[in-house]
């Protein structure tokens, strides 16, 4: 009953209070609401003094306040506040504060004793505390930071900003600072006379961002200082100035979103003491647009001066470049691809003029589903051209390449597919065809023109199993034969587009596994093999593949590295694993009858809260024929250890095994809570050529939150209390 009674009187003091506060905005200006009152009491003195006590809230447009007790004067509208006091406006801005003396309607006013907190995460406490007309508050003997500050920790937060002023424009949402000085800890580090810096609950706003420090054995030791400019709502620039003793280089990155669409593009000049007296740099661009009627632009553009700029600089790993632009249309039963592409090389044994640099290709494709012999007919018209800048119409340096050799094909390709289910047997047909048209320009070794007309046909056969295992675990175990034929003669033309071929689970069916149409395989073959697989939503699950394909002749255009010479060839073994607690491993390999391996590839992640793992090991054997005269073999880690709520250390690497050596080695170690996060990193490279040298680079940033420049990640940890969740 009390507790009704405390309710009823709360609800009459607040239609009061309503009225009152009408009656007094009717005295007054008219621009604003008036302002509602509620408390647990109220009284009116006899000089008209409204004075409210106990849990006391009003409410003023967006603007919300609490409070022990409010005294309002009638006579000169002014509200005079006993604390302590919580001030909400609504946009992520909140003022706490012991005492106050406000405007009736909120808008201005002095406090003390007072604390600005922004968007949850910027904390801003000084001994005065003004509001000036809703939309300024300016502090005096301010400390800023966005560091938690704990009740029984008498160290000061990890960084904050003195200053002897600060205005917060709560419209331009930007923060002002006068006599400002940056401490870590206690200890002054930085002082600045002027300070603007935006507030948390901006996106994007111009200003310099948080500087990397740069050691690096062939540049130097440098600074990096971005300067970040918003052009507009959709589209900005960042300008980063890199300065050490044997480098002057600005870096750039400018966005635009459209309506449509948006571009990127990065970039960097520079002027140093690895190439005297050359301007170097680079430029990449990416773009994509949505066009009418289903079609899309897309073009990225990779640009640089010379070979090792973008290594020199640790820019981008890339040592081959393309360039690209393309139209694309995807529909239901059809898809439609023009593109043109640049490639350049930046490896040493490599030449530009003499290998296919312009491509240009367009792609049709198109399905039907015919009620009349059901299934599904698929066609599909592909034209190919690729030029070289070479003009050289000979095997100048006799290794069986011509220089200069143009290339222009055309392809027409069509094949109807059916399934039908025999009980448990799955059977599959294919019926098609493919005519190919080749135009060879600048080789005398070539016809300059061939074409030719391809019968293809093929019969696959499936028979899943399925049994339901222990627990919730089900195994699967599916066998798997086809039959193919493709027709005609292998043409005398160049092979430009094919010279690297893979043999894996997912060309296993294909009736052609050459990756392009200049090279077709031909007569009968046949492939078998199956998969037996484990799935088990709460315990671990497997999967092993194993394959061959015979036929019935040779095909001379399949290397070593291939698995597919002579009539048999290597066996195909695959598989994956997966545990509940976080490890998964995959892998593949092809050998043949006396177990020689020609190639091997082993993928291992493991993760759980505090550890992830990741590791490779790739083995290829050599091959002549596309001039890999050594085996390849190399092994990759990447990890990342959790030490605390706090600390991260990073560790990867990249082992040569046929070198001996290792080729790339990185280690990092970041400290992170809810205001900072510091990061350090140390990295090697071992490639040594004409163009790239060894070089060893440590970087150190620092990035503070709770302003919009912030650089850093997602919050991770508090610096104080439990770990935040």
Known sequence: ?????????????????????????????????????????????????????????????????????????????QLTITGPITLDDGDGVRILASQAELSSDLQNGLLTGARLVLNDQLQLA???????????????????????????DPRPPLWQIRARRVIHDKEERQLYFDDAQLLIRNVPILYLPRLRLPDPSQDRASGFLFPEIRSDSQLGTGLKLPYFIKLGDHRDLTLTPYLSNRTRTLEFRYRQAFERGRILFEGATSDDD???????????????????????????????????????????????????????????????????????????????????????????????FPKSIGGEIRLAAIAHGHRRESSVDTDANGDGIVDGRDVVRFSLEGEWLRTYQLGGLQTQTRLGFAGDAFNISDDATSASSDSEFTPMAALTLRYPLAKQGRGRARHVIEPILQLAYVGGDNLDVPNDESTRVEFDEGNLLSL???????????????????????????????????????????????????????????FLLAGQIRFVGGLAVSGRTLFDDTFDVTKAELRGDWSNSRLDLSGSYIWIDEDPAIDQNEPIGEVAFDGAYRIDRFWTASLDMRYDIEEGRAATAGAGLTYENECVRVGVNLNRSFADSTTIEPSTSLGVSVSLRGFSADTGQSVVARSCGKQAK
């Not at 505390?129 to 400390?143: E, I, M, P, S």
């Not at 529909?331 to 043109?340: S, T």
């Not at 149409?517 to 671990?540: F, K």
């Not at 040779?554 to 597919?564: E, P």
Request: aromatic content about 10%; some cysteine; glycine content about 6%.
């Open 1 to 77: 009953m009390v507790e009704a009674r405390n309710w009823i009187t709360r609800a009459f003091l607040c239609v009061f209070l309503a009225l009152w506060g009408a009656m007094v905005h009717a005295q007054g200006t008219q621009s604003a609401p008036p302002a509602i009152l509620v408390a647990d009491d109220i009284q009116i003195s006899q000089d008209r003094r409204l004075i409210a006590s106990g849990n006391v809230e009003a409410f003023q447009g967006t603007t919300r306040l609490t409070a022990q007790a409010i005294a309002y004067n009638p006579d000169n509208g």
């Open 274 to 368: 690895l190439e005297p007296g050359e301007k170097r740099g680079y430029l990449f661009g990416a773009g994509r647009f949505e066009l009418n009627k289903g079609f899309r632009l897309e073009f990225d553009i990779e640009l640089v001066s010379d070979d090792s700029y973008l290594s020199d600089y640790d820019f981008s790993s890339k040592d081959r470049l393309d360039s690209q632009i393309q139209i694309t249309r995807t529909e239901r039963d059809a898809f439609l691809r023009l593109g043109f592409i640049n490639y350049k090389s930046l490896r040493d044994d490599e030449d530009d003029d003499v290998s296919p640099s312009d491509v240009l290709e367009a792609l049709y494709e198109r399905r039907f």
């Open 512 to 570: 052609s596994r050459f990756p392009a149409p200049d090279r077709r395989e031909r007569g009968w073959t046949t492939a078998y093999g199956g998969t037996w697989a484990r799935y088990d939503p709460e315990g671990w699950s497997a999967s092993v593949s194993a394959a061959q394909i015979i036929r019935q002749d040779a095909q001379q255009d399949f290397t070593v590295s291939s698995g597919l010479t002579g009539t048999d060839s290597d």
């Open 126 to 152: 000084a001994v005065q505390l003004d509001v000036v007309d809703g939309r300024y508050t300016q502090l005096y003997k301010t400390a800023v930071t966005s560091c938690r500050v704990c009740a029984n």
